[in-house]
C-alpha cells in the first residue's frame, strides 16, 4: 500500500521550546517549514516550566558567563561536553534578549531591567555564593515563551500539523535521514512527510516514571524512532529528580520558591539543607537536594502519618510575594491539595522530572552517532529530546528552557546550511512506509488474549520507579533490567480493543507507550553498567565518582541491546578547560 506523500524543505517533529524556536529559524530564512504537534503547540510541556531561563546579566549583582559555565560543568559532575557548555552559557544573553524583543513579557526590576532570581547551583565567583541568574515572568516563565515563539511562527508562516503524531524516521540506503512517516490523529491516515532536513524536538520521556512531573505527552517518541531507526541514544541512565514535586500529585513546585527565600523542613522541623549543603543549603544542585530529602524520608525524619515528605516553607515570604513572584504555584497547590502556602507549608517529594541523556548531538544540532560522532546527514535534534551534553550527568535548574533556544537556533542554522546545498530533497527509498505500515498492523491483527497497554505501562512504570530512582544498587538494578525485559516481551503482543479511524486516542497511547517502552530499557540497562556515582545517578554500592573509568558518554543501541562509550569532550572552544574537582556546594 503506498502512502500519501506531503514535501516540505524542513519538517519539525515537536512544537515545544525547541522546535518553535527552531522553525522560526528556519520558516525566517524562507525554508518551507512544517511542525508537527501532538497537541497545539502552546499546550507543549514547555509551557509547565515555570522558575526562569538562566542568563548572566548581572541585572541585580555582578556575574558573567564564564561562572554560569563553570556552575554548568560543575552541576553536570563533568560528563558534560565543555564546547558545548559554553556555546550555551556564552549565547545566553544574547537568546533571552531575543526572547524579549519577541515580546516575552519578563518580569522587571525598579529600573526596568529583566527581574532575576537565585536557582539550585547557579553561584558567583566560581561557586562562593547563589546569585541571581533566572530571568523569570513571575512563574510561569515557559507559558511565556510558548506564546512568544508560537506568535513569531505565525508571523513567518511556519505551517503547522497539529495534532499530529510522527511514527518513524526514513532512512535512504547511505543512513540519511529523508522524512518522517506521521499519522494526522483526527482521521487515521498515516503519510509520509518527505523532506530535505528532520529535526526531532520531541522532548523528554518523564513518563516512563510513575510519579512525574512530566505532561502526559512526553512519551519519549523522538528517542523510540532514533532507536527503531538503529541510532543510538545517549547517558540515557541520568535521570533528574525535582526536589519539589507535589507530594501525592506529582506537579511541580519551582524551585523558583526556594530562589525567593522559601526553604524544607523535616518531620523534625529542622531546615536540614544546611548539613547537606552549608555554602548553598536548599539551593544547592538538584541532585544534592532530592538526595538529601530522600535520606531524611529513608531515616524516619520525614513529615506526615507516613512520614514519607518533607515540606517546603514559604509562608514567611508574604502573601504579596506569593502572589506577584508565585502565582502559578499557589494556585497549583490550593487546587490539589487544598493547601495556601501563604498559610501551610507545602508537602513535597522528589518527582522525576528531566532526561539528562537523548539522541546525541554536537553544539550545532547535527545528530552524531557512535565514538567516531559521524554526522548523520539530515538528521537535527535539539531541547530535551537531544543530548548536545551541557546537562551532563545532572542539569541546572533554567538551563533548559536555556538549552531549548540556544540549541534551537543552533539546529535550524545548521539545517539551513545543509539544506543550501541540495537542489531538491534525496528521494525516498523504495519500501518508504512499509515499517511503519508493519508496525501498525501488527497491532490492528493483535489477539484479543494479547496484553492491554494500560497494564503494561503501569508495570512499566512501577519497575522504573522502584528500580531507577533517586538510589540505586547492583542488585536493585539487576532485578530492574529483569523485570524491564520481561514487560518489554510482554508488549510485543499489545492489544488495542478500539480499531476505529477517527481520533483513536487507544491506538495514540498504544504507539506512545512501545516509544517510552524503548526508554525505560535503555535506562535501565545503561545504569545497571555504570558502577559509580555521578550526579542523578547515586550509586550506594559505588559511591563515588570515578573519573579515571567512568569520565564518559555511554551510547545505547536498541537492536543488539547493545552499550558503547566515547569520550567526554574537554577541549571549550575558546576558554581553558575546567578540570574535575570535587563537587561541594
Ligand atoms: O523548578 C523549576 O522551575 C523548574 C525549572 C527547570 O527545570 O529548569
Not at 521550546?17 to 522560526?24: H, Y
Not at 522525576?352 to 544540532?365: D, E, F, K, L, S
Request: glycine share 10%.
Amino acid at each position: 500500500m503506498s502512502l500519501p506523500i506531503l514535501k516540505f524543505d524542513a519538517v519539525v517533529v515537536g512544537g515545544g521550546g525547541a522546535g518553535l524556536r527552531a522553525a522560526l529559524q528556519l520558516s525566517e530564512a524562507g525554508l518551507k517549514t512544517v511542525v508537527l504537534s501532538k497537541v497545539f503547540p502552546t499546550r507543549s510541556h514547555t509551557a509547565a516550566a515555570q522558575g526562569g531561563i538562566s542568563a548572566s546579566f548581572g541585572n541585580s549583582e555582578e556575574d558573567n558567563w564564564h561562572w554560569h559555565m563553570y556552575d554548568t560543568v560543575k552541576g553536570a559532575d563533568w560528563l558534560g561536553d565543555q564546547d558545548s557548555i559554553e556555546f550555551m552559557c556564552k549565547q545566553a544573553t544574547d537568546a533571552v534578549s531575543e526572547l524579549e524583543h519577541y515580546g516575552m513579557p519578563f518580569d522587571r526590576l525598579e529600573n526596568g531591567k529583566i527581574y532575576q532570581r537565585p536557582f539550585g547551583g547557579h553561584m558567583a565567583d566560581f561557586g562562593k555564593k547563589p546569585v541571581r541568574r533566572a530571568c523569570a515572568v513571575a512563574d510561569r516563565t515557559g507559558h511565556a515563551m510558548l506564546h512568544a515563539l508560537y506568535q513569531r511562527n505565525v508571523k513567518a508562516q511556519t505551517h503547522f500539523f497539529v495534532e499530529w503524531m510522527a511514527l518513524d524516521l526514513i532512512r535512504d540506503a547511505a543512513g540519511d535521514v529523508v522524512g518522517v512517516t506521521a499519522l494526522e490523529m483526527e482521521t487515521g491516515q498515516v503519510y509520509i512527510i518527505h523532506a530535505k532536513a528532520v529535526l526531532f524536538a520531541t522532548g523528554g520521556a518523564g513518563r516512563i516514571y510513575q510519579a512525574s512531573t512530566n505532561a502526559f505527552i512526553n512519551t519519549g517518541d523522538g528517542l523510540g524512532m532514533t532507536l527503531r531507526a538503529g541510532l543510538p541514544v545517549e547517558d540515557i541512565e541520568f535521570w533528574q529528580f525535582h526536589p519539589t514535586g507535589l507530594y501525592g500529585a506529582g506537579v511541580l513546585i519551582t524551585e523558583g520558591v526556594r530562589g525567593e527565600g522559601g526553604y524544607l523542613l523535616n518531620g523534625d522541623g529542622e531546615r536540614f539543607m544546611e548539613r547537606y549543603a552549608p555554602t548553598a543549603k536548599d539551593l544547592a544542585s538538584r541532585d544534592v537536594v532530592s538526595r538529601a530529602m530522600q535520606i531524611e524520608i529513608n531515616e524516619g525524619r520525614g513529615c506526615g502519618a507516613n512520614k514519607d515528605h518533607v515540606l517546603l516553607k514559604l509562608d514567611h515570604l508574604g502573601a504579596e510575594v506569593i502572589d506577584q513572584r508565585l502565582p502559578g504555584i499557589r494556585e497549583i497547590s490550593i487546587q490539589f491539595l487544598g493547601i495556601d502556602p501563604v498559610k501551610q507549608p507545602i508537602p513535597v517529594v522528589p518527582t522525576a522530572h528531566y532526561m539528562m541523556g537523548g539522541i546525541p548531538t554536537n553544539y550545532r544540532g547535527e545528530v552524531i552517532c557512535g565514538a567516531s560522532e559521524t554526522i548523520v546527514k539530515g538528521f537535527y535534534a535539539a531541547g530535551e529530546c537531544a543530548c548536545a551534553s551541557v546537562h551532563g550527568a545532572n542539569r541546572l535548574g533554567t538551563n533548559s528552557l536555556l538549552d531549548l533556544v540556544v540549541f534551537g537556533k543552533s539546529a535550524g542554522n545548521s539545517v539551513i546550511e545543509f539544506v543550501k546545498t541540495l537542489a531538491e530533497a534525496k528521494p525516498l527509498p523504495e519500501n518508504a512506509g512499509e515499517f511503519t505500515l508493519a508496525r501498525l498492523a501488527k497491532l490492528e491483527t493483535a489477539a484479543a488474549s494479547g496484553v492491554k497497554v494500560a497494564e503494561v505501562r503501569n508495570a512499566m512504570q512501577v519497575c522504573m520507579q522502584q528500580h531507577a530512582s533517586v538510589f540505586r544498587t547492583q542488585d536493585v538494578l539487576d532485578d530492574g533490567v529483569e523485570k524491564i525485559l520481561a514487560i518489554y516481551n510482554q508488549a510485543q503482543n499489545l492489544y488495542i480493543n478500539d480499531k476505529s479511524k477517527v481520533f483513536n486516542t487507544a491506538r495514540v497511547e498504544a504507539l506512545e507507550f512501545l516509544n517510552t517502552l524503548e526508554v525505560a530499557v535503555a535506562t535501565m540497562l545503561a545504569a545497571r553498567e555504570r558502577t559509580e556515582s555521578r550526579g542523578a545517578h547515586a550509586r550506594v554500592d559505588y559511591p563515588d565518582r570515578n573519573d579515571e573509568k567512568w569520565m564518559k558518554h555511554s551510547l545505547y543501541y536498541s537492536a543488539e541491546r547493545r552499550l558503547e562509550y566515547k569520550d567526554v569532550h574537554t577541549k571549550p572552544l575558546s576558554v581553558d578547560y575546567m578540570p574535575p574537582a570535587k563537587r561541594v556546594y
